[in-house]
């Protein structure tokens, strides 16, 4: 079965217009691959038969399904340390803030979570940052499109070779290690951390159900995947929900040049309202 270039046209059109993804068409094979799984999970055996299904109104929860399909989840623990590193020099300056303030609110938005590992790295990293003898409202909204992602984000259980890269001292504080499946140790994060995680599914493109304001938003390799028109308007609109003197993150591969936005270069990957 052959994914006809009309077909693959509509298919692209449509998950552009639902979550502003651009499949050109290099990503033609990547689309048939995935459209072929899913299609053998639901039975279909025609593109054009699932075409129409996802969408008919009264089955817009197996589109949701199929960009789930489409949407790439490779992630890792402190994947770009870079910005963690930062981190490092800016939420001792945020707190020092916040004591002039009298305020203990803190607020991150991890957005393009996946399947957990960046909100779980962030909320290792600030807590180590925190002053011990201070109570602080920390929290982290952690959203992604794919809820299949996200149901492995919410459970935290992790593959040994996921947590290898977690150093040592944070690995034995904030994960504790259980029976996985035959003889494979998996590893799951423990209450203190998921307390501070709220997961939630958000496709960028919708309006945000949340008022924020952030203090860091990370917001990072998602852009990627979109066109100079989308990006543009992402950003605009996220620029929104960062706190005066807040900070986006973005992926090293990507920049916001050449984009219309309100926010400052402080260096590569990282701009600040």
Aim: proline share 4%; charged share 25%.
């Amino acid at each position: 079965m052959v994914l006809s270039d009309a077909l693959f046209q509509r298919f692209s059109s449509l998950v552009y217009q639902e979550c502003g993804i651009n499949l050109h068409d290099g990503k033609k094979a990547l689309l048939q691959a995935r459209l072929n799984k899913r299609m053998r999970t639901t039975g279909f055996s025609s593109y054009d038969d699932y075409f129409e299904y996802i969408t008919s109104k009264s089955n817009a929860e197996e589109l949701i399904h199929f960009l789930d399909c489409i949407s790439t989840n490779l992630t890792y623990f402190f994947r770009e340390p870079q910005h963690f590193d930062l981190l490092d020099k800016l939420v001792p300056e945020l707190l020092g803030q916040r004591k002039t303030e009298r305020s203990n609110r803190i607020r991150i938005w991890s957005a393009g979570c996946s399947t957990g590992e960046e909100p779980y790295s962030l909320a290792m990293r600030v807590l180590g940052l925190l002053d011990g003898s201070q109570r602080y409202d920390f929290r982290i909204l952690a959203t992604d499109i794919s809820t299949r992602a996200l149901g492995v984000a919410v459970k935290g259980v992790y593959a040994e070779e996921k947590v290898q890269k977690i150093p040592d001292v944070l690995r034995k504080q904030y994960f504790r290690k259980i029976n996985g499946r035959g003889d494979r140790a998996e590893y799951e994060v423990v209450p203190v951390l998921k307390s501070i995680i709220t997961f939630r599914r958000l496709n960028l493109k919708e309006p945000f159900p949340f008022k924020g304001p952030f203090d860091y938003i990370f917001c990072r390799n998602v852009m990627i995947y979109f066109d100079k028109k989308t990006q543009e308007a992402l950003i605009q609109k996220i620029a929104n929900y960062l706190s005066p003197g807040g900070f986006l993150f973005v992926g090293h591969s990507e920049s916001l040049m050449g984009l219309s936005h309100p926010l400052s270069y402080v260096r590569p990957a990282v701009y600040r309202k």
